[in-house]
C-alpha cells in the first residue's frame, strides 16, 4: 500500500470515528467526496486494473452495510462510510475490516450487557455503538500492517 492511500484511508476513518463518536452521525461531504477521490487515485495509480479494484471495493463495501441498513441494523452514513473506504482500499481489505469491525462490536455489546446486568441502576433500551470507532482501528491495524510488510 502507497503512503498517500495509507495516510488517507486513516484520515477519512479517524474523521468519520470523530465524527460518529461526537455528534452520533458521519457527515456526507466526508464519505461523498472520499468515493470519487478514491475512484480517482486508484485508477491514476492502478490504470484500469486500480480503477475496478476501486470500483469492486465501493460495491462490496457500500453493499454489505446496505444490507444491514435495510434491515435496521445501521446508519446511512456508516453504509457510505464503508463504499468510501472500500473504494481506497478494494475488497480484500474492506471484507477484513468489517469483519474485524464486527467482531469488535460484538465483543463490545456483549461486555455493555454483562455490564448491564450486574448494574442495579441499568437504564433500559438498545445497546448501541457508533460503528465508526471499530472501523477505524481496523482499518488502522491493517492500514499500518500492509506498511510496515510492504517496507520489509
Known amino acids: 500500500m502507497d503512503t498517500v492511500t495509507a495516510i488517507a484511508t486513516i484520515a477519512l476513518v479517524a474523521t468519520a470515528a470523530l465524527w460518529d463518536f461526537r455528534e452520533n452521525r ?3 461531504w466526508l464519505t461523498l467526496s472520499a468515493i470519487p477521490v478514491g475512484i480517482a ?3 491514476w495509480m492502478g490504470g484500469f486494473a486500480g480503477f475496478q479494484m476501486s470500483l469492486a471495493g465501493f460495491a462490496v463495501g457500500f453493499g454489505i452495510l446496505f444490507i444491514l441498513f435495510a434491515t435496521g441494523g445501521g446508519g446511512g452514513g ?3 462510510l464503508m463504499g468510501a473506504l472500500g473504494a481506497w482500499v478494494g475488497v480484500q481489505t474492506i471484507i477484513t475490516v468489517f469483519l474485524l469491525a464486527t467482531g469488535m462490536i460484538f465483543l463490545l455489546l456483549v461486555f455493555s450487557a454483562m455490564m448491564k446486568a450486574i448494574s442495579q ?3 433500559t433500551g438498545k445497546h448501541t455503538v457508533a460503528f465508526a470507532l471499530p472501523v477505524f482501528v ?3 491495524v491493517l492500514v499500518l ?3 510496515c510488510v510492504a517496507a520489509g
Open 26 to 28: 458521519i457527515p456526507n
Open 41 to 43: 487515485w486508484n485508477t
Open 121 to 123: 441502576n441499568a437504564k
Open 138 to 140: 481496523a482499518t488502522t
Open 145 to 147: 500492517a500492509k506498511v
Open 78 to 80: 456508516d453504509v457510505k
